[in-house]
């Protein structure tokens, strides 16, 4: 398999702070035509999931949030907003582990992560009234329209994935992953092809998607950076398309659940 020996990342500039029913593929259009950039066919757009959840609307005003008796106790316990532990709780389906300032849950899509991804930085200013930004309801869903409409805008097949900062286990620091993703293998199976000594692999299964958005986010940033959206360039990947959703590891493979 002839694998890439160059690739490009390309941060779409002036992409503005996105509200609610704003238009995505009009925005990054914009971007593009700003920065000289024409879409390739092959090219991945990377785009954050704050963008992406803002456009569907997942914002919620914290004044409208009521904490059950639930969120009330555990919030006690662990030393966070009532507010924010009843949206973590109602966008979970179970708790992993809670200890002060920290609440790791199994979110409803199946990510094990902290606060279930409810984020509230770069999320509105501190004159507005304080609010929170929940995970796209269906994060795969949302990377195929995005690539449908991004390909039938710019003529050229392109691949889609949004991606999000998670802690990871026994590692400390955040670093990209892709919670959705279309038009490419989101997960890479090695195995049968040989290694550099024509052993076959075993067990070797890629987290292409992962791999590619933690790449991204070395130019999107984690603070004021100002870069949601960015075009990966010269990858090459081969086997069947399969969603994010196929990185989440099963209950049943899962040795320390």
Known sequence: MK???A???IAVPGIPLVRKDDDLIALIGEGLARGGIVPRGGDVFVLTQKIVSKAEGRMVDLAAVEPSTEAIELAGKIQKDPR???LILSESVRVVRARPGILIV??????VMANAGIDLSNVSSPDDPQRALLLPVDPDGSAATLRKRLSQRFGVSVAVIISDSFGRA???GTCGVAIGAAGLPSLMDLRGSPDLFGRELQVSITGHADEIAAAASLVMGQGAEGQPVVVMRGLTWYGPDNAASE?????AEDMFR
Do not use: Q, Y
Not at 106 to 111: K, S, V, Y
Not at 247 to 251: F, N
């Open 247 to 251: 990185l989440v590891r099963p209950a």
């Open 106 to 111: 199994e979110h409803r899509l199946g990510f």
């Open 170 to 172: 026994w590692r400390r």
């Open 84 to 86: 924010i532990v009843e």
């Open 7 to 9: 690739v490009e990342m």
């Open 3 to 5: 694998r890439s020996s």
